[in-house]
């Protein structure tokens, strides 16, 4: 018996746009002409253009995002602020517990923290 043939998940692309460091935009610029540059069709994984990125960043972008500060957020979740703040800077790992309270405050995708 023949294999069904299966369709490829993703067949849209869509524009996201970034705010990111001025210091970056270098960096940036030379992976995306690594692949082509920006009328390729070959998707750039995004771990090459933002190696940096982390659950932490995600948590700093996303809190500045809606104007809280560390106080606030700890406020809103019920931690101390040092706990944002060890979050933030990577000492800490954030739960999938604390993601989702995150995730719900910060109108993010919990999965974005973990």
């Known amino acids: 018996m023949l294999e069904p043939t299966r369709k490829s998940g993703t067949t849209d692309y869509v524009e996201i746009k970034f705010r990111i460091p001025s210091g970056k935009v270098d960096e940036i610029i030379k992976v995306v002409a690594q692949h082509g540059g920006q009328e390729s069709s070959v998707p750039i994984p995004w771990r090459e253009v933002f190696p940096d990125f982390n659950p932490g960043v995600a948590l700093r972008g996303g809190r500045k995002k809606e104007g809280l ?44 923290f973990l």
């Open 69 to 112: 500060t560390q106080k606030d957020l700890a406020r809103l979740i019920g931690v101390s602020k040092n706990r944002i703040s060890d979050i933030e800077h990577g000492k800490l790992p954030i739960g999938k517990e604390m993601a989702k309270r995150l995730g719900g405050i910060l109108k993010v995708d919990y999965r974005v």
